[in-house]
């Protein structure tokens, strides 16, 4: 594969990435900040979603991004998934920060394929930062992350 197209290609990787994890990112924010009433949680998912975007600058610069982005020529952008269903507000917390934290190791085997090993460290930070964070937002399961949302759900809003 000629240089440009796979430097395009793995652009489209960290685009897409760079989007997918900013925007698990964004509704774990929302359900700490509005649902759960979780100020100082809701803060750590907002500069871990900054941090994701500071990590990307280093990876490649917005118009290199916009630049490799293909939306119509995706053959994926039709794939759905069925039977996915959020009934609580923890259960969409849980799939948002599983999904940031993939992404987000996605976004760090990209910057080693780019040649950029400060941008995949600053990815690997974000990366066990999501992990802690998805731990204090998900506490009290017994270290059974699945089975916390429904109790998140059940509980009333706690501060912090």
């Not at 020529?73 to 849980?94: C, I, K, Q, Y």
């Amino acid at each position: 594969m000629p240089g440009a197209v796979k430097s395009r290609r793995v652009l489209r990787v960290a685009d897409a990435n760079l989007n997918r994890a900013s925007e698990g990112l964004r509704a774990a924010e929302d359900v700490l900040r509005f649902c759960l009433d979780r100020a100082a949680l809701s803060r750590e998912a907002r500069l871990a979603r900054h941090a994701v975007r500071a990590a990307g600058q280093v990876l490649a610069s917005d118009v290199a991004l916009r630049r490799a982005r293909d939306a119509r020529g995706d053959v994926g952008r039709r794939r759905s998934t069925p039977g996915t269903r959020r009934g609580t507000p923890g259960e969409m917390l849980a799939a948002n920060l599983r999904r940031a934290q993939e992404s987000v190791r996605v976004l760090e085997e990209v910057a080693h394929i780019a040649g950029r090993p400060r941008a995949a460290a600053l990815f690997q930070a974000v990366r066990y930062r999501l992990y802690t964070l998805e731990q204090r937002a998900l506490a009290g399961a017994g270290g059974k992350t699945a089975a916390r949302p429904a109790s998140l759900a059940a509980k009333s809003p706690r501060r912090g």
